[in-house]
């Protein structure tokens, strides 16, 4: 019934139908999140509004982080040589190749949650009053694989990273790029057609897709820490729940722009 209905929504709404479903469900959990930090608050008094405070600050101060690795993009000039066909010409335009700073998105972080979810899923099939190797284990695997701990958390950095080059890597194809580039003529000012082009969108792609890989990294731990050094754990701040909100948000408010525009009003902002 739900994709049935993500599905109506794309055909008949604004942006992604399935996408606006788990919007909703993410944000219609706020409420709570906040009665219940409110009502602590309440209990706890004065420290408890200035972690609070804190919280708040660094949550906007993330989602601003999060705003601009969505939409960045490091635009790469191309240049069309021109075509004489008969007594017509042909190309001559500039344009460019926006290659964005997160290609990957969520899709890394969801990946690397979904590892880091396994050893916990396999302590849980060990009896609780196991001894020997097997208790071994399981209070390794309790302890280290806790959300709260730092090996945790590093290898949760480490595995993000790693999913965001090698996502980046197949959504980006380089050498079909630079040999569509040579076909209809086009090149990048200063670099040569073929492969030297295919070595300069690597070099690029590289340095784009390390800020992206640190970046997402630090979004996926981040809430972890934040939730500890503020004490505020009532309202819960997962890094896949900020960056489906806000892209899914922006993603919508640039198809409502698109259609205003279209229609020709000044726009959704203005």
């Keep these: ?7 109506l929504m794309t055909d008949k709404g604004i942006g992604n139908g399935v996408s606006m ?3 909703a469900g993410i944000v219609l959990r706020l409420p709570d999140y906040i009665h219940n930090t409110f009502v602590l608050a309440g209990v706890r008094g004065a420290e408890y509004y200035i972690g609070l405070v804190v919280f708040l600050m660094v949550t906007i101060l993330l989602i601003m982080g999060i ?14 040589a021109k075509r004489v066909v008969g007594r017509k010409v042909f ?10 700073v997160n290609n990957a998105g969520v899709i890394s972080i969801i990946f690397a949650i979904s590892i880091m979810y396994l050893p916990s899923t396999f302590a849980n099939f060990i009896p609780m009053n196991a001894t020997g190797v097997l208790g071994w284990i399981k209070s ?9 701990h730092f090996i945790y958390n590093a290898f949760y950095f480490l595995l993000v990273c ?3 080059y090698f996502y980046s890597a197949i959504t980006f194809n380089i050498v079909d790029v630079a040999d569509n580039m040579k076909k209809y003529g086009g090149f990048i000012p200063g670099i040569r057609p073929g492969r030297p082009t295919a070595e300069y969108l690597e070099k690029i792609l590289s340095r784009i897709t390390f800020i992206s ?3 997402l990294g630090l ?8 939730m500890q050094i503020t004490n505020v754990k009532t309202f819960y701040l997962g890094s896949t729940s900020l960056l489906i909100v806000v892209g899914v948000a922006l993603d919508t408010m640039q198809q409502i722009e698109a259609r205003m525009v279209m229609r020709h009003y000044q726009g959704f902002m203005k």
């Design 1 to 7: 019934f739900l994709m049935w209905l993500g599905n």
């Design 21 to 23: 479903l788990i919007f």
């Design 67 to 80: 705003v601009m690795l969505t939409q960045g993009q490091r635009r790469v000039p191309v240049q069309y």
């Design 91 to 100: 190309g001559g335009q500039s344009t460019y190749i926006p290659i964005r």
């Design 140 to 148: 390794f695997v309790e302890n280290v694989f806790n959300p709260s």
């Design 162 to 164: 790693f999913f965001t």
């Design 213 to 215: 890989a640190v970046s």
């Design 219 to 226: 979004i996926a731990v981040a809430p972890t820490y934040i």
